[in-house]
C-alpha cells in the first residue's frame, strides 16, 4: 500500500524508504491523484488539527476517500476533551505511578514520537500514551500532588519539535512505517491482523486452529500477522482485524474493535457485537422485545431482589452481566445462598440476571457468522456437575464435558431458526448461541460474540472450509467498502 506523508514543506524532510511520498496538504486536498486512488496509508504531520484548519481537512478527507490516516478524524476530537484523556490515562496508573517512583521534582513533560520518548525510562509510558492518542507527535505533562496525574497531552507542531529531537523524530516515522512480516511479501491485495493473547488459558481458538485461521487467511490472499494488545498503534496498517482473544467492554479487545472500525477496517468481533453480547442484561432486554423463546428472566437490583423467590422457585441460576466462559453464573438451590452469593456478585454490578434452571444433559451451540450456520455442536455437562465448564474440578481432565458436532443439515430445523433470529438482532458477525432443549422446543441461553472455534471440535465437519468460509466473509466485508 503506498505512503504518504503530509507537511507543510516537503522539500525539508527527507526519507530514505521506499513508496513514501511527501506532499504538501494543498497538494493532498487538492491533487485529483490523491482524491481517486485508493488504499493509501497517509501520516498527517500538519502544524495543526485545529477545526477547519488544513491540518484537519487532510484528515477528514482521507477518511472520507477511504485513505487510513494518522491522526483520524475521531482522535483529532478527542484531543479537544483533555478530562477524558485523563480518564482513559487510569487504566495504566500503576505504570505512571511507576514510571515516576524516583522523580525528584513534581512535574514532569516530555515530547513522544510514534510511542517513543528521548528517555529510555519514559518508552512504555510513551507507548501507552500514543496508543491513546495516535498522532505522530505528542507532549505529555505529569504532575504530582497525592500521587502522578496526566495534566496535559496535546499535539505538537514540526516547528515545535527541538532541532535536537529531529533525527528521532525521523526515525520514528521510518520505522513507523517500517513493517515487520514473519514470511516474504509476496504483493497480496489485503492485510490482515488476527488479535490474540498467548498468556489466556482459555482462548477462543487454541494453537491447532490459529495455524488453520492463518493457512485460511493465506489462501485467501492475506498478508497475516498475529498481534497482540501492545500492537495498537499498528491498526492503520491493516485492512481487516479477527479478534481471537476474549472479549469485553471494558478491556484493550473493545478499543483494539472501536479503533480498527474507526479506521474502516473489516472488524470481526465488532465493537456493537462486544457491546451487545457481553452484557446479559442488554440481551435479555433485546431476546424478550423481540420475542425469542428464553429461560423464564429477571433482572434484579439489591431493592427488588427480596421479592425474586416470589417469580421464581429454587433451584435458579443467579448470573453476573457480564461472565464468560461459565464464569460469574452461580446456581442458587436456597434462600440462605441466594443471601450470600447475591451480595458478593452486587459487589460487581448493580444488576444481575436471574434465570430459570433447565436441567439438560448437554447445551446446544450453533456458530453463525454473515447470517449463515457454520457449525453446530452438543455441549455436554461436566461430570457431576451442571455446567458445561467446572472451574471447580479438582483434575482438569474433569473439568469440561464432552462435545459431539454434527452436521448442519442433520441438526433440528427449530434449532437452526431460533438461532438465526437471535444472531440477526446483533448484526453479521461472527456468533455462538447456546440454547437448551425441553420437549422440542428450544430457548436461546445466550449469544457469544467471541465463540470457541478449536480444532478438531467447532471445525470437526467442516475442517479446512470452516476456516477458509470466515476469510471468505473478511473479504467480502472489505470489498463492500472499497
Known amino acids: 500500500m503506498p505512503k504518504l506523508i503530509v507537511v507543510e514543506k516537503p ?33 498527517n504531520l500538519c502544524r495543526s488539527y485545529q477545526y477547519q484548519s488544513e491540518g484537519y481537512y487532510v484528515s477528514l478527507l482521507a477518511e472520507a476517500r477511504g485513505h487510513k490516516v494518522l491522526p483520524g478524524v475521531s482522535t483529532i476530537q478527542n484531543l479537544r476533551f483533555p478530562s477524558i484523556l485523563r480518564e482513559d490515562s487510569l487504566d495504566f496508573d500503576a505504570l505512571i505511578q511507576t514510571t515516576f517512583k524516583v522523580e525528584p521534582y513534581d512535574r514532569v513533560e516530555f515530547n513522544i514520537y510514534f510511542g517513543t520518548a528521548k528517555s529510555e525510562n519514559l518508552n512504555k509510558l510513551a507507548l501507552q500514551l500514543f496508543q491513546l492518542v495516535q498522532a505522530p507527535s505528542l507532549r505529555a505533562v505529569f504532575s504530582k500532588k497525592n500521587k502522578w496525574v496526566l495534566t496535559s497531552l496535546k499535539p505538537i507542531s514540526l516547528s515545535e519539535v527541538p532541532e535536537v529531537d529531529k533525527p528521532q523524530l525521523v526515525s520514528s516515522i521510518e520505522n513507523y512505517l517500517q513493517r515487520k512480516r514473519d514470511y516474504k511479501y509476496d504483493k497480496k491485495k489485503y492485510d490482515l491482523a488476527i488479535l490474540i493473547n498467548p498468556d489466556d488459558k482459555n482462548p477462543p481458538s487454541d494453537d491447532r486452529a490459529l495455524k488453520r485461521f492463518y493457512k485460511a487467511a493465506l489462501e485467501a490472499g492475506f498478508n497475516t500477522e498475529f498481534i497482540g494488545k501492545n500492537d495498537f498503534d499498528q491498526l492503520i496498517q491493516y485492512d481487516a482485524l479477527f479478534i481471537r482473544e476474549t472479549t469485553n467492554v471494558n478491556h484493550h479487545t473493545f478499543r483494539f474493535a472501536k479503533k480498527a472500525e474507526s479506521l474502516g477496517l473489516a472488524v470481526i468481533d465488532d465493537p456493537a457485537s462486544i457491546l451487545k453480547c457481553t452484557n446479559k442484561v442488554y440481551l435479555f432486554e433485546l431476546l424478550n422485545a423481540n420475542k425469542v423463546a428464553t429461560p423464564k428472566s429477571f433482572v434484579i437490583t439489591e431493592e427488588n431482589c427480596e421479592r425474586l423467590t416470589k417469580k421464581i422457585g429454587f ?113 453479521n458477525g461472527l456468533y455462538g448461541v447456546d440454547m437448551k432443549e425441553e420437549d422440542g422446543k428450544f430457548y436461546v441461553i445466550e449469544i457469544n460474540d467471541n465463540p470457541n472455534i478449536d480444532a478438531g471440535i467447532e471445525d470437526k465437519i467442516l475442517k479446512d472450509k470452516l476456516y477458509s468460509i470466515i476469510m ?6 472489505i470489498k463492500l467498502d472499497k
Open 472 to 477: 471468505e466473509v473478511f473479504l467480502n466485508k
Open 315 to 427: 433451584p435458579f441460576i443467579l448470573k453476573q452481566p457480564d461472565g464468560a466462559f461459565s464464569r460469574g453464573v452461580h446456581k442458587i438451590n436456597d434462600l440462605g445462598e441466594f443471601k450470600k452469593v447475591r451480595d458478593s456478585m452486587f459487589e460487581k454490578s448493580d444488576l444481575l440476571i436471574a434465570q430459570e434452571f433447565l436441567p439438560t444433559p448437554f447445551d446446544w451451540r450453533v456458530g453463525v457468522i454473515d447470517s449463515q450456520v457454520i457449525y453446530v455442536c452438543k455441549y455436554f455437562m461436566a461430570t457431576k456437575h451442571w455446567q458445561i465448564v467446572n472451574w471447580g474440578a479438582k483434575k482438569e481432565t474433569s473439568r469440561e464435558g464432552e462435545v459431539e458436532s454434527i452436521p448442519v443439515d442433520q441438526a433440528p430445523s427449530g434449532l437452526l431458526k431460533a438461532a438465526l433470529k437471535a444472531t440477526s438482532l446483533i448484526g
Open 11 to 43: 522539500e525539508t524532510w527527507k526519507f530514505s524508504l521506499e513508496d513514501v511520498e511527501v506532499i504538501s496538504p494543498d497538494d493532498y486536498i487538492t491533487n485529483n491523484t490523491y482524491q481517486t486512488i485508493k488504499n493509501l496509508k497517509v501520516l
